[in-house]
């Protein structure tokens, strides 16, 4: 009997860390509380009836990324967030404001808000997990960081052309004290965003 349960707890074990060095798509991100998940996702269903060429956040998909990742072993991600964990990891407040495009001429890509206060401290939150994620050796990011919240992407590849979309309600400010490593899950219906660590601000 004795060595039954052995087995099996070796064998629990080994499941787990098979699941540990899998490969997940990850990114590091900033989670909305739900006050302002919920006002904000209220305001995109406003603008999917209005933009329906494009691909509107559903409302638990919200927040604002910090380092997109992509495909990698998630007991690198681990040991990335480890690295973190272990870093000086700072509070600070978010307001967001006014609505802005990235876009290609006319045609419109990525739809999203963009922060009114806490820009240099989300600066220095991305400064502090692009050199985690170098140590570890990935990639370095080429592109400079602009602190945002994703809200839709055009369905066409090369971007669509972007109605006139009502301002967005302000938003009340918050603290940002939590640094999620997060795993996107490809779907038909679009992505779906799994927290796999959370990793406390002070």
């Known amino acids: 009997m004795a060595a039954d349960r052995t087995k099996h707890v070796g064998a629990k074990r080994l499941e787990e860390t098979r ?16 006050e302002q998940r919920q006002t904000l996702a209220a305001y995109v269903a ?10 509107w956040v559903q409302p638990a998909n919200l927040h604002m990324t910090v380092r997109f990742i992509g495909g990698i072993d998630r007991i690198v991600a681990d040991g990335i967030a480890d690295r973190l964990a272990g870093s000086d990891l700072r509070a600070f407040d978010i307001s967001v404001g006014g609505l802005g495009t990235f876009q290609r001429g006319r045609l419109v890509r990525v739809v999203w808000v963009g922060l009114t206060a806490g820009v240099e401290p989300a600066r220095e939150l991305a400064a502090q997990v ?18 945002h919240l ?17 301002d967005p309600r302000p938003l009340r400010p918050w603290k940002a ?3 999620v490593l997060y795993e996107s899950h490809l779907s038909p ?9 959370s990793l406390r601000m002070d």
């Open 130 to 147: 692009e050199e985690a994620c170098v140590s570890a050796g990935l990639e370095a990011e080429t592109r400079p960081f602009q602190p």
């Open 46 to 55: 406003t603008c999917a009836a209005t933009a329906p060429e494009f691909r």
């Open 177 to 179: 004290n939590e640094l």
């Open 19 to 34: 699941a540990l060095s899998g490969r997940v798509r990850a990114f590091f991100g900033l989670p909305l509380p739900e």
């Open 189 to 197: 219906k679009g992505s779906v965003y799994e927290a796999l660590r």
């Open 150 to 166: 994703t809200l839709a992407r055009a369905k066409p590849r090369l971007g669509a052309v972007l109605p006139q979309l009502p």
